[in-house]
T-cell receptor, first 115, second 115 residues
Framework: DTAVSQTPKYLVTQMGNDKSIKCEQN?????MYWYKQDSKKFLKIMFS???????INETVPNRFSPKSPDKAHLNLHINSLELGDSAVYFC??????????????FGPGTRLTVL | DQQVKQNSPSLSVQEGRISILNCDYT??????FLWYKKYPAEGPTFLIS?????DKNEDGRFTVFLNKSAKHLSLHIVPSQPGDSAVYFC??????????????FGKGTHLIIQP
């Protein structure tokens, strides 16, 4: 039973392409997140989202957009990919609101390589 | 500017001994702290958390200590087991910050348990 799943696990693409990463959670959680782990290994929040509110980290370029077809899914769309977008992207979920004291459950990550 | 710092990139401990992983933070608004464990090619897995109203939280072999005045927390693992070999991330959040800040992670400490 995979709690938070992501597809694909690896994604290699050319600069300028548009790509999507899918995320699904079967925990019944209300809030989902996207994190980016860069080459320096820091995990940084990109978005948090529940069925009422999308909160965007202001440092994220608008080429990145989350799309949520339903409460269990939060997909990440990236337009006009750049070399600097190469990283590992993690999806996570948590019960309750983003501001509550709840641990987040992470997916296995998607390694994106932009050539 | 790193708001959560793990100054030891790696730590080697003999099996059966105590492992102590340290974490410092600079943002006085942080009031919830978590430790995550990560194996290669997997997402971070939640281990233990502590809120700022406590100074200690224990769960089996894992204990987290929080020193608010020093802005320091530590994770103790005793006794250390081979399966504990992984990268450990310290993370923090500010309830008042809402979901926009997500979790702020340190860079991680690679714990190696030697037989």
């Amino acid at each position: 039973d995979t709690a938070v799943s992501q597809t694909p696990k690896y994604l290699v693409t050319q600069m300028g392409n548009d790509k999507s990463i899918k995320c699904e959670q079967n925990l019944g959680h209300d809030t989902m997140y996207w994190y980016k782990q860069d080459s320096k290994k820091f995990l940084k929040i990109m978005f948090s989202y529940n069925n009422k509110e999308l909160i965007i980290n202001e440092t994220v370029p608008n080429r990145f957009s989350p799309k949520s077809p339903d409460k269990a899914h939060l997909n990440l769309h990236i337009n006009s990919l750049e070399l600097g977008d190469s990283a590992v992207y993690f999806c996570a979920s948590s019960p309750g609101l983003p501001s509550s004291y709840n641990e987040q459950f992470f997916g296995p990550g998607t390694r994106l390589t932009v050539l | 500017d790193q708001q959560v710092k793990q100054n030891s990139p790696s730590l080697s401990v003999q099996e059966g001994r105590i492992s102590i992983l340290n974490c410092d933070y600079t943002n006085s608004m942080f009031d919830y702290f978590l430790w995550y464990k990560k194996y290669p090619a997997e997402g971070p897995t939640f281990l233990i958390s502590i809120s700022s109203i406590k100074d200690k939280n224990e769960d089996g072999r894992f204990t987290v200590f929080l020193n608010k005045s020093a802005k320091h927390l530590s994770l103790h693992i005793v006794p250390s087991q081979p399966g504990d070999s992984a990268v450990y991330f310290c993370a923090a959040s500010a309830l008042s910050g809402g979901g926009a800040d997500g979790l702020t992670f340190g860079k991680g400490t690679h714990l190696i348990i030697q037989p």
